[in-house]
């Protein structure tokens, strides 16, 4: 028997998922109600937009793997999604990802202040002498009138 994937959530779902302390959602399906979706300030990351409604014909599964995009997430697993996209992160990782990504996180700080302060990323990464080994002429000034 074929499975035709069709459109996933929309409001109506969205205000479950909400009632019960989901934050968002990713889905390999397609979902609809964008424009409720984003003024109930519910985030979604789907494959598509459609408004096809959901065929509800079986029960579905409930703390089994699957498979999003390709990705296995397991129970208990932590996605995290953002703008620039989505990840998952095994379960038994989560805590050191997480000491990993604060430490990260103080570090881009610390590095967009010193580029605010006017120190050149060049310097920044100590790329001067791989420049010069390149036989690049990395000249600091620039014509007067140039910017």
């Given at each position: 028997?074929?499975?035709?994937?069709?459109?996933?959530?929309?409001?109506?779902?969205?205000?479950?998922?909400?009632?019960?302390?989901?934050?968002?959602?990713?889905?390999?399906?397609?979902?609809?109600?964008?424009?409720?979706?984003?003024?109930?300030?519910?985030?979604?990351?789907?494959?598509?937009?459609?408004?096809?409604?959901?065929?509800?014909?079986?029960?579905?599964?409930?703390?089994?793997?699957?498979v999003c995009g390709g990705q296995v997430v397991r129970p208990g697993d932590v996605v995290v999604a953002d703008d620039d996209g989505v990840m998952c992160v095994?379960?038994?990782?989560?805590?050191?990802?997480?000491?990993?990504?604060?430490?990260?996180?103080?570090?881009?700080?610390?590095?967009?202040?010193?580029?605010?302060?006017?120190?050149?990323?060049?310097?920044?990464?100590?790329?001067?002498?791989?420049?010069?080994?390149?036989?690049?002429?990395?000249?600091?000034?620039?014509?007067?009138?140039?910017?």
């Amino acid at each position: 028997m074929a499975i035709k994937r069709t459109a996933g959530p929309g409001r109506r779902l969205a205000a479950s998922l909400l009632s019960r302390g989901v934050v968002g959602l990713v889905t390999d399906a397609g979902v609809r109600d964008i424009a409720a979706l984003r003024e109930m300030g519910f985030p979604v990351w789907a494959r598509a937009v459609s408004a096809r409604g959901t065929v509800k014909a079986t029960p579905g599964s409930v703390n089994v793997p699957v498979v999003c995009g390709g990705q296995v997430v397991r129970p208990g697993d932590v996605v995290v999604a953002d703008d620039d996209g989505v990840m998952c992160v095994p379960a038994r990782s989560a805590a050191e990802v997480l000491a990993r990504s604060r430490a990260r996180i103080a570090a881009e700080h610390d590095r967009r202040a010193a580029l605010r302060s006017g120190v050149l990323g060049v310097d920044m990464y100590g790329l001067r002498e791989v420049l010069t080994r390149l036989g690049v002429e990395y000249v600091d000034e620039h014509p007067e009138g140039a910017l």
